[in-house]
C-alpha cells in the first residue's frame, strides 16, 4: 500500500515532520534534557489514544450477523491490502461521515448515514478503502505530532505556521487515501462519482445531479481559485481529489 503513497503527501510529510523534528529540538532544550520530550510524546499518545478517540461503546458493534455486507466489505479489502485484523462500528447519525484510526487496536467507523445514501457496492468499497487508506498508511501519528507542536509552541508565531503546515500535509493525506479507495474498487467512474455526492450532499443530489457534478470535474476548468476556506481545509477540493485520481488512474493504466 505504501508504494501508492501520493508524492505530494511525501512532500508535506518532509516539510511538516522537518519542522516537527526542529519543534522536538527546541522542547529538549528548553526542558534541558530529551526525558521531558520523551514523557510529553508519551502523554500525547495516551491523551490521544485514551481521551480522544471516540467513546467506541457509544456506537453498534458490527460482525457478520448484524451487518454482514458491511462485514464482508472490509474484510475483504482488509485481506486485499494484506492489513491486521480491525474493529468495525456504525454510528447510528444520518450525518455524512467515516473515519478510522491505527492507535492500539485498528477500528473502521461508518455513519449510518453514509452508509445507507451509498447503495452501490463499488461506491460502498471506494469509502471503505479510502478508510482503510488512512490505517495503511498510518495517517492518525499526525495527531500525537499537532498535540506535541500546539504544546511546545503554544500561541507563537511559529504555532501557527506548524498548524498551517499541519492543514496542508491533511490535506495532502487525503489524495493518498484516495488512491487506495480507487484501487479498492477499481473503477473510476465510480470513484468520482463518491467524490461528486459527497460534495453535493447537503442539497440530496439524485443520480442525474452526480453525473453532471462528475462531468464538470472532468470536463471543466482544470484550474480554481484557491479560497482562504481551503486553506484552513482538512481536505482538499473535490475538483482537485477528482483531477488528481483521474491523473493516477492513467499512470496505472485504468484508462
Avoid at 526542558?31 to 471516540?54: D, H, Q, R, V, Y
Avoid at 472490509?74 to 491490502?81: A, E, F, G, L, M
Wanted: aromatic share 10%; hydrophobic share 45%.
Amino acid at each position: 500500500m505504501k508504494k501508492f503513497r501520493h508524492p505530494k503527501e511525501k512532500t508535506a510529510a518532509l516539510v511538516t515532520f522537518g519542522l516537527g523534528l526542529l519543534a522536538s529540538l527546541f522542547f529538549v532544550t528548553v526542558t534541558f534534557g530529551c526525558g521531558l520530550f520523551l514523557l510529553g510524546l508519551g502523554f500525547a499518545w495516551i491523551s490521544i489514544t485514551m481521551l480522544n478517540n471516540p467513546r467506541l461503546d457509544q456506537y453498534h458493534r458490527i460482525n457478520h450477523n448484524n451487518l454482514p455486507e458491511l462485514y464482508e466489505m472490509v474484510h475483504q479489502i482488509r485481506k486485499q491490502w494484506r492489513m491486521a485484523d480491525l474493529d468495525i462500528y456504525l454510528n447510528p447519525t444520518r450525518q455524512i461521515n467515516a473515519s478510522a484510526s491505527d492507535f492500539g487496536k485498528d477500528f473502521l467507523i461508518v455513519n449510518q448515514g453514509l452508509w445507507m445514501s451509498i447503495q452501490n457496492d463499488v461506491h460502498r468499497k471506494f469509502v471503505i478503502g479510502h478508510e482503510l487508506g488512512h490505517i495503511g498508511l498510518g495517517h492518525s501519528w499526525l495527531r500525537v505530532l499537532a498535540y506535541q507542536a500546539d504544546n511546545a509552541f503554544q500561541g507563537s508565531l511559529l504555532g501557527i505556521l506548524f498548524q498551517f503546515l499541519l492543514l496542508n500535509y491533511s490535506r495532502k493525506k487525503e489524495l493518498s487515501a484516495d488512491r487506495i479507495g480507487l484501487l479498492s474498487c477499481g473503477d473510476l467512474t465510480a470513484a468520482l462519482e463518491v467524490l461528486a455526492f459527497l460534495e453535493l450532499s447537503p442539497h440530496n443530489p439524485n443520480m442525474a445531479d452526480i453525473r453532471q457534478a462528475v462531468k464538470q470535474m472532468v470536463y471543466g476548468k482544470a484550474d480554481h481559485d484557491f479560497s482562504l476556506g481551503e486553506l484552513l481545509s482538512t481536505h482538499p477540493d473535490m475538483h482537485e481529489r477528482a483531477k488528481e485520481l483521474i491523473a493516477f488512474a492513467r499512470q496505472i493504466k485504468m484508462i
